[in-house]
């Protein structure tokens, strides 16, 4: 996958700088071309010969050289890459990218970088979680920058935490995922619901569903793999964000995944609606815990929650493709066709409960894929991730 790669390794002042010799033997033995970059902190900790005798090219740190006074210019550096790798890199230098601080080669190279570009923060424990370097980091993630998450262990201050360089062989391998999978949402802006929704009862109950979140985790990881902005709004549920490229929000009842997806929508590409959202809620919540004592017989009055799909469907334009899902127990293609005209989308995703080992509880799912014109295509039981990549290969084949 890395064959014939041209990658800009800028490595900056970090103890972690030996392992770059190690990534960039890793990149060359799998065909890549590296070419690197270093800052002048970076000197300090490894030296441009070992760099250029590995990689096998003269090694940038100034903008011309002192010898000849040739130029290098980041401008054409930046349009022959097929990636940007910055491993190590430091909070100064995280936060100069962050700001757009172009005072040294590195940094003028990675503004004027066309390519994606990943980014493996080394640093001690206390640095790396401070507020200042977490916003700077999130700033690159908006700025559609990989952040390779740093890993918990021994660190150069004998302190143990989270902070430390991914290994070489980790770095290599997010290169490799990246090249294999087609960019086919590259900058694409995804909206995902996913989970169950909890409509509260009183402080400690609630109304809620099966839902594990599974399958829209899968989806925003399968479009994440595929350069989308993803962006996951997700109801209740015990998973972890699959992918470092997802911007995750956490809401609780209908109405909040409502307000918050109905706002994010206009700026979307393609939205898919997998959450089970609760068609109901209490028509009024109580303050305190319902007592048993108080209540020889207990009736629960009930609303409708507003339909989040239809709310998007109303305000759909023709460049957004929207993806609803139907979980059916009878006539499941009878009501899935229903759906599809009613909410106004392009494509839904009917599971049947019907099918063994498909829907809430497992790892599998059993999909059919409906859409507007008419056309069905039928999948076999498969893992979660795998009906993911099928749900993602008929959308940009329909839409892209
Ligand atoms: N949906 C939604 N907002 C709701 C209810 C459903 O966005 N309040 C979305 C789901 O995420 C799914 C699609 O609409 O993509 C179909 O959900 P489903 O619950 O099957 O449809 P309902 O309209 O609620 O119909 P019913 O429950 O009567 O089958």
Redesign the pocket.
């Known amino acids: 996958m890395l064959k014939g790669k041209k990658i800009i390794l800028g490595i900056t002042g970090s103890i972690a700088a030996y392992k770059a010799a190690y990534i960039i033997r890793g990149l060359i033995k799998k065909g890549a071309e590296v070419q690197v970059v270093i800052t002048p902190a970076g000197k300090e900790f490894i030296t441009p010969l070992t760099l250029s005798t590995l990689s096998s090219k003269p090694v940038i740190s100034e903008f011309f050289s002192n010898r000849d006074g040739s130029w290098n210019s980041h401008v054409d550096l930046g349009l022959w890459a097929d990636a940007m790798l910055i491993a190590p890199a430091t909070a100064a230098t995280i936060g100069k990218m962050a700001n757009g601080i172009a005072d040294n080669m590195l940094i003028t190279t990675y503004l004027s970088c066309k390519a994606p570009v990943f980014v493996a923060p080394a640093m001690d424990l206390d640095m790396y979680a401070h507020p200042s370097t977490q916003q700077n980091l999130d700033r690159l993630r908006a700025f559609g920058n990989r952040i390779i998450e740093p890993a918990e262990g021994e660190l150069a201050s004998h302190l143990v935490g989270k902070g430390r360089m991914e290994e070489p062989d980790q770095i290599i391998r997010t290169l490799e995922d990246f090249f294999s999978c087609e960019q086919s949402l590259f900058k694409k802006k995804v909206l995902i ?1 996913a989970g169950p929704t909890y409509e509260k009862i009183d402080p400690v109950r609630f109304i809620g569903n099966y839902s594990s979140g599974k399958m829209g985790f899968a989806l925003a990881n399968a479009c994440a793999q595929r350069g989308a902005d993803v962006t996951l709004i997700t109801g209740p549920v015990s998973l972890e964000t699959p992918h470092s490229q997802i911007k995750r929000i956490d809401v609780e009842s ?1 109405d909040e995944m ?1 307000a918050v997806t109905t706002q994010l929508f206009p700026e979307s590409d393609v939205a898919i ?7 109901f809620r209490p028509a009024s919540r109580s303050e305190q815990k319902i007592k048993r004592e108080k209540e020889d017989h207990l009736t629960l009055s009930l609303v409708p ?6 709310a998007l469907g109303r305000t759909k334009h023709e460049r957004q493709f929207l993806v ?5 127990t009878n006539d499941a293609l009878l ?1 899935a066709k229903e ?1 599809l005209q ?2 106004n989308l392009d494509m ?1 995703v009917l599971n049947s409960l019907e099918e063994q080992g498909a829907g809430f509880k497992y790892d599998t799912n059993k999909i059919s894929i409906l859409d507007r014109e008419g056309n069905q295509t039928d999948y076999p039981l498969k893992d979660k991730q795998e009906v993911a990549n099928d749900i993602i290969h008929k959308i940009t084949e329909r839409f892209i």
């Open positions: 619901t209908a409502y609606l997998s959450a089970a959202v609760a068609d929650n507003k339909d989040i799909a239809a609803g899902f139907a979980l059916e009501h759906k009613r909410k839904i």
